[in-house]
């Protein structure tokens, strides 16, 4: 019989683990990747020794990495050499405080009740709390298919949504726990992950402080390109045909199906189903003919973008941690000026990865590889935003800080090259509509399956797969969205659309 064959829009991790879950089943697939590598916007950048990644550096939920490889008939451990970060981050405040986050209890202890006498029980209930959250929405909300609205909203899952507080903010539910305002800060901010704030997060997501404590943070031998490089090697293995630097300009449309694909230079593919990896608005806005649902994706809420440096420094700063997070004094509002304003806060938040730590091949000897991630707003027209401005002004609040409170002042002077990003270079460099650097939003409306699913209403052969459509961003769960679209694609396999067996009744 012949094989059913499958293209794939997009070499990013939830288009090459899509490929390579079809292929394993039997599928002949074909990846369309625009860019001259795989990994999207884990990818990584060299440059004269220093090695960068240019998004993710935190390895998180191991479990579901280990599905992954196990379902392609891999062991995980045969690929990747994981080693566990702990303490997780250090937390820098304005005031001169410093938290160091780790799995070890008594730590926590001494450095939480130094700050608030009752904030070391309030951690515990909230670790707890965040806990039953994840286990909860794993298994009934983020790790499975909604096929409809009824599915969904059922008697059985009306009462988890109030168990898992999702109408609830996260910011004040920390108020349960802690009265330190620093305090609610240092478990909050995580949400940052999903691009979302704190403000609007559901409180749900305190299953993201747990799953870094109790799961662990991880960090792959090689760096976040290590696990990329890995997929594509199985994927390549199984038998998926990877073509590179072929920018996909449109699909051709034919009743309620896609035909094929057209590349910005001309050469077409047809195929029997099309995964959509490339970020979802993107192809409902730019690749699909118009329509009602791609002026809707307007209208729908965004994650913020970033500002990033990536710095190769010719000296090393060893006081510089793998994992640092500085926070700005007034956390509210440089929330309020990333989310509502869709600019660069005033006194700016940031984090900085210094990946020498525990990977020497990642700089030149005696030197650093320093990568700077600055949260700012996504790209919006009515805004003004002049970026060269607000990167300038980026730049300074992070030498300025690294220089007050770590006594990094000399680094300007040590760095031999930049490379920077901004939402501009999130949306040419990967189609990300409005630079958001994490797709569509994560808050109530726009979860489950309030968000786009990930096959087309209309047109039945057309799945997506990745950051953008259900469960949501982040490495392991676009590896769930891998997992969950390829699932729908196989139930749907070999049953005749509704449209086909009415014409094939009226021939009869
Ligand atoms: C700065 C930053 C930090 C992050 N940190 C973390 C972290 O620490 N841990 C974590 O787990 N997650 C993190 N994330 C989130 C994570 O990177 C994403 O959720 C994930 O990589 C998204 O994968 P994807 O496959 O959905 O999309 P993408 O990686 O965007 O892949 C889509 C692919 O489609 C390609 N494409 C687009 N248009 C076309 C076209 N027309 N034709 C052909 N190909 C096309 C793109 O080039 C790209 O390769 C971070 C993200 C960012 C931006």
Redesign the pocket.
Known sequence: MQKQTALV???????IATAARLAKNGYEVTV????AT?????NQIVRDGHRFD???????MPEIWEETFASLGEKMSDHLELTRIDPTYKVHFEDGLQLQLTSDIGKMQTQLEKVEKTAFTGFLSYIAEGGKHYKVSLEKFVGRNFYNIFEYFSLGNLPLLFQLKALQKHYANTSRFFKDERLKAAFTFQNM?LGLSPYDAPATYSLLQYTELAEGVWYPKGG?YAPILALVKIAEKLGVRFIYN????KLNVEGARIKGVKLEDGREFSADIFVG???LP?IYKE?LPPSSEAKKMDDKLYTCS?I?FYWGVDKEYSQVALHNVFLAGDYKASFDQIFKDHTLPEVPSFYVHAPTRVDQNAAPQEEETLIV?VPVGHLDARSRQDWDALVNRARETVFARLAKELGADDLREHIKFEIMYQPET?KE????EKGA???LSHNFWQVGYLRPQNRHKEYKNLYF????THPG??????LL?ARLTTDRILKEAGTIPVQNLNYAISQV
Do not use: Q
């Not at 240019?54 to 998180?60: H, Y």
């Not at 072929?246 to 300009?249: F, L």
């Not at 797969?465 to 953008?468: L, R, T």
């Not at 961003?473 to 676009?478: F, K, N």
């Open positions: 829009i997009g070499a990013g991790i939830g288009g369309l990747e625009k860019e795989p990994g999207g916007r884990c240019i998004g993710p550096t935190l390895f998180l992950y976040l072929a920018p996909v300009k990896n490339a970020d993107y690749l970033t990033m991630l999130w460099r990967f189609n990300l650097a994490f797709g797969a990745g950051a953008s961003t982040g490495l392991p769960i676009v969205s």
